[in-house]
């Protein structure tokens, strides 16, 4: 058995401002956007990698999720990484359309580093060479 990751999940705190917080300002895809009850199954991909791993954007309706959520967000720990070019550049690009940086571009052994704030209920990582 080879097993490839295929989708991953981000609890969100509402779904369509994940959906254009992901797709309008991180530059992701959609995906799939299937209703499923008062929820839908939601996936964005990379602009590039259109086939590659999706990122679900699903709903923090049950307590545990919300629990972990708020957890993670207070302790300032990251709930992914995104891999970019150049983390400089894309925090000037994303700090000049509104996204919140809750942590500067720095360096970190080989790797530069900087963490966001989703408005969804999340801190993600950008992560790209230093």
């Known amino acids: ?15 369509a401002k994940a959906l254009d917080f992901y797709t309008q ?3 992701f895809t959609l995906k799939h956007d299937v209703p499923l009850g008062e929820y839908r199954w939601l996936t ?7 086939d590659g791993i999706e990122l679900l954007l699903e709903p ?5 999720a919300k629990e972990y959520q708020r957890a993670l967000a207070e302790d300032g720990i990251p709930v992914a990484s995104f ?11 994303l ?6 940086f809750v942590q500067q571009p720095g360096v970190q052994g ?4 900087a963490v ?7 801190l993600i990582q950008l992560i790209g060479p230093a």
């Open 1 to 15: 058995m080879k097993p490839r990751i295929h989708v991953m999940s981000v609890f969100v705190d509402d779904q």
């Open 25 to 27: 300002r991180l530059g």
């Open 44 to 50: 964005v991909v990379g602009p590039d990698d259109t």
């Open 60 to 64: 923090n309706a049950h307590p545990a």
């Open 83 to 93: 891999r970019v070019d150049d983390v400089a550049d894309a925090h000037r690009e």
């Open 95 to 100: 700090s000049e359309h509104g996204v919140l």
């Open 110 to 113: 080989d790797l530069k580093i």
């Open 116 to 122: 966001l704030d989703d408005t969804c209920g999340n």
